[in-house]
C-alpha cells in the first residue's frame, strides 16, 4: 500500500522548521499537529483569530468557544494569544507566516493551485486560501494523488477556478513527494509500497525525476 493519511502528515512535518509560524488549511493538513517533532518549537496559526493552537482536547476538556479554522476543537496553551480577524489576515498577507499546509482539488505542473470550489457546487466562500498563498513564504499541499474517478490531480493546467498562480512549492500525495523547482515540478521521493512507473501512469502532469 501507499502512504495513508497519518503517513502523508508524518512526511509533511518534515517540513516543519524550528522556530516556525504555521497555518494548518482545513481538512487533512490540522493532523500534521499530531506530528510535530518534539525537538523543535513550532507556533501554529488559525486564520479565525488564534496564535498558539494547542492539541486536539480529550473529552473531558472539551471547550466550545476553542475552534480552529475548520470548526474542529481545540485547545490552547499559556502563550496562546487571540485576535480579530483583521489582524489574522495581517499576519498571512504582511508575510509573516513562514509556512502555509494546505488541500487541493487540482495542482498544474508549473505549481498552479485550484483548492477553493467545482463549479455547479455549493460552496461557502473561498475562505483564506487565496491570502494563504499569496502571503506565506512557503506552500505545501497534501491531498490524494487521484480522484475518486481514477484521473490524476496532478494536471498540465488546471480546469478548476485558480486560487493562485504558480504558488505551490511541494506537494505530498500519497504515492510520494513533488517539488517545484524554477516553475518545473520534480518528484524527489517515492511512498513506500509505490514506484516511479506507477506514478508516471497516474499523473497527467510532465515533471522530471529528481530522486536522491
Known sequence: MAWDRDKMCQRAALELKDGYYVNLGIGMP????????????????????MLGMGPFPKKKELDSDLINAGKQTISELPESVYFDSAMSFSMI?????????LCALQIAENGDLANWMIPGKMVKGMG?????????????????????????????????PLTGKSVVDMVITDLGVFEFIDG?????????????????????????????
Request: aromatic share 2%.
Open 128 to 160: 483564506g486560501a487565496m491570502d494563504l498563498v499569496a502571503g506565506v513564504k512557503k506552500v505545501v499541499v497534501l491531498m490524494e494523488h487521484n480522484a475518486k474517478d481514477g484521473s490524476s490531480k496532478l494536471v498540465k493546467s488546471c480546469t478548476l
Open 93 to 101: 498577507r504582511g508575510n509573516h507566516m513562514d509556512l502555509s499546509i
Open 184 to 212: 518545473n515540478m520534480h518528484l524527489i521521493e517515492v511512498a513506500n509500497g509505490s514506484s516511479v512507473n506507477e506514478i508516471i501512469q497516474k499523473t497527467e502532469a510532465k515533471f522530471e525525476i529528481n530522486l536522491a
Open 30 to 49: 490540522t493532523l500534521v499537529a499530531n506530528f510535530v517533532p518534539s525537538n523543535i518549537n513550532v507556533t501554529l496559526q488559525s486564520e479565525n483569530g
